[in-house]
């Protein structure tokens, strides 16, 4: 792990973890013929279908919030070449995704037989997918920290830690106090209990999901990083650190679960979760 240095975290020690969350929340959701998952149209989660899909020979379905636009934008045309059939859903269902009246309509519509994911993967499967990830960690540390937009990889996360050390997740969506139950209900239905080593900060979301400011912008340009995602957990600890929230000689793992310098301009179209609509 490389570490991240900036004078204002004084004693505290922060090492970067890159990880990519996706593969450990479909670990365990590939054992399936056939897996319909939800995701806005420049969704990783749906790439990321996309690719298990076709490495294993699941035949996949993506259903995009909005309306078609051809030609696919990057993104979607590469989840079509991956052999995904993608469909479209009107933004007022969309929002209703999860309600029994639409699941009803898609597994009448593409079968029964059909394996329904959630938008972003986070079900109980992806948590025990992402419980393995404190196993891998070479070195010290006391406090993981990872951003945070569903809550599935702070579940997993805070499960697989060992005795002593917690976990923070930083919330990338505006009015995400949602997030606090989502992750306590992940973890008891992967494992019929909660853990009480973890918190959601929510105070580094910078206007929304994919919203950004001067000062953001500024961090960005400065440290190379990833904007929707990791840019907020980095700014959250290091603004946490100058603030003395760690105590002297605390180690950090950041987990960086993106790629460097994504233009979060890139990721301002409102579609689904990529909007950071209440789901």
Known sequence: MEEFLDPGLGDVRVFLMHDDNK??????????????????????????????????????????????????????????????????????TYRRKHTEEVLARLRARWGHDVAILPEGGSNAAAVRGCAELPGEIAGEYDVVCCPAGTGGTLAGIAAGLPPGRRAIGFAVLKGAGFLAGEVARLQREAYGRTWSNWEINLDYHFGGYAKSTPALDRFIGKYRVE??????????????????????????VAVITGQPCTPVAAWGVPTGFDSGEPR
């Open 23 to 92: 593969p450990r929340k479909l670990k365990y959701n590939l054992g399936h013929s056939r897996l319909l998952t939800f995701g806005g149209a420049y969704s990783n989660h749906i790439r990321a279908v996309a690719e298990a899909g076709r490495r294993h020979g699941i035949d996949t379905i993506g259903v995009i919030r909005g309306e078609e636009h051809l030609p696919l934008n990057p993104s979607l045309a590469y989840a079509k070449a991956c052999g995904m059939t993608l469909t479209y859903l009107d933004r007022a």
């Open 227 to 252: 904007g929707v995602y990791v840019a907020k957990m980095l700014y959250g600890i290091l603004d946490l650190a100058r603030r003395g929230a760690f105590a002297p000689g605390t180690r950090v």
